[in-house]
């Protein structure tokens, strides 16, 4: 179980430093693009990012363990 854990810890913060580069990203091609490079596109891509990461994060530590492909309930 504690391994499970680990796992999901790793996966979550992945998951945040992806989604928090590409909404960081995704911002300043907006701001250079399209808003005469204002910086507000880039916190807002930013917040964006992190918001799905612990939504993401969150549904997974929420979810029962998966074995084999079967669910079990938490012990």
């Known amino acids: 179980m504690a391994d499970e ?3 999901k810890w790793d996966r ?3 998951n ?4 928090l580069v590409t909404g ?4 300043a ?3 250079l693009l399209f808003l005469k490079r204002r910086s507000w596109p ?4 930013a917040g ?7 939504s993401n994060c969150q549904h997974d530590f ?6 084999h492909g079967h669910m079990e309930k938490d012990q």
Request: proline share 3%; net charge positive; charged share 5%.
């Open 48 to 54: 964006f990012g992190v918001g799905m990461a612990y």
């Open 12 to 14: 979550c913060l992945a």
């Open 42 to 45: 880039v916190a807002f891509g």
């Open 24 to 27: 960081i990203g995704v911002g």
């Open 5 to 7: 854990l680990g796992h």
């Open 16 to 19: 945040s430093a992806v989604k």
């Open 29 to 31: 091609v907006v701001s």
């Open 62 to 67: 929420r979810s029962p363990y998966l074995l």
